[in-house]
C-alpha cells in the first residue's frame, strides 16, 4: 500500500517535490508510522525500481531460453531493454528523476543490478561458445561487464540524449555489429595496450611535468 502510493504520488509531482508525510496521509497513516517500513524515501524509491526491474528479468531469462542464435538473443536482449526504458519514460517522465537520483546516492544498488542482468548475457556468450558461433572466451563474466559498459548510452536513453527511438534502435544494431564481431570464431584480441596517458590534473599545466608518482612511473616506462 504505502509503495503504492508512493508511485502514484512521485510518479504525479515528482521526486523531489514528494515527502515522506505526503505518503503517508495518501495511506492514512502517521507519518511515524510509514518509518517501522521504509527508513527514507531513498529506500522506497529503490523499491520502485526493485519493482520495475523484476518484470525485465522475467523477460531476460525468456531470452535466454529461446531456440535462437546467440546473436540474435543478445539483440533481442538489449533492443527489449532500450525500447521498456524509453517508453517508459515517455510516458511517465518523473521515473528518469528516480533513476537519476538513484545512480547518484545508491551506486551499490545499480551495480548489484548490473552484475544480475550479467548473469543472463554470460549464459548466451557460454551457448554461443558451445556451439561454436563466438570464438573461445576465458572471462565471459568480464567480457559481459564490458558490453554493459559500451551500451550504457541505450540503458537510460533519454539521460545521455534526445534521439528518437527509432534512431536509438539504428545506432544500438550498429554497436552491436562491431562487438559480435568481436565475438566471431576468426575474431582476434589485440594485445593490451599500454599507452594509457596520465590524468589531466596530475600533470602541472605550466610545466608539463607529472604530479603524481604514478605518473611519473608512466612516464618513466
Not at 515522506?20 to 527514507?40: L, P, Q, T, V, W
Not at 548473469?119 to 570464438?135: C, P
Not at 610545466?207 to 608518482?213: I, R, S, V, W
Amino acid at each position: 500500500m504505502i509503495l503504492h502510493a508512493a508511485v502514484e504520488r512521485i510518479l504525479h509531482y515528482g521526486y523531489s517535490k514528494t515527502t515522506m508525510a505526503e505518503i503517508a496521509r495518501d495511506c492514512n497513516m502517521s507519518a511515524g508510522n510509514i518509518y517501522r517500513f521504509f527508513a527514507s524515501k531513498l529506500d522506497i524509491a529503490e523499491a520502485m525500481a526493485h519493482k520495475f526491474n523484476e518484470e525485465a528479468y522475467t523477460t531476460f531469462a525468456g531470452i535466454v531460453a529461446r531456440k535462437d542464435t546467440a546473436a540474435n538473443r543478445l539483440r533481442a536482449y538489449f533492443h527489449y531493454h532500450l525500447a521498456r526504458t524509453y517508453s517508459a519514460i515517455e510516458d511517465e517522465a518523473k521515473i528518469l528523476e528516480v533513476a537519476e537520483v538513484l545512480s547518484k546516492e545508491r551506486p551499490l544498488y545499480m551495480n548489484d543490478q548490473l552484475a544480475r542482468e550479467r548473469v543472463y548475457m554470460v549464459q548466451i556468450f557460454r551457448d554461443g561458445v558451445a556451439s561454436g558461433e563466438f570464438r573461445p572466451l576465458d572471462k565471459p563474466e568480464e567480457i559481459a561487464e564490458m558490453w554493459q559498459s559500451a551500451l550504457m548510452k541505450f540503458r537510460f536513453p533519454q539521460l545521455f540524449s534526445k534521439l528518437t527511438l527509432p534512431k536509438l534502435q539504428r545506432e544500438l544494431d550498429g554497436v552491436m555489429d562491431l562487438l559480435l564481431a568481436g565475438l566471431s570464431p576468426g575474431a582476434v584480441q589485440p594485445e593490451p595496450w599500454e599507452g594509457i596517458p596520465p590524468p589531466l590534473d596530475e600533470v602541472c599545466p605550466v610545466t608539463g611535468e607529472p604530479l603524481h608518482p604514478v605518473s611519473a612511473a608512466i612516464k618513466a616506462d
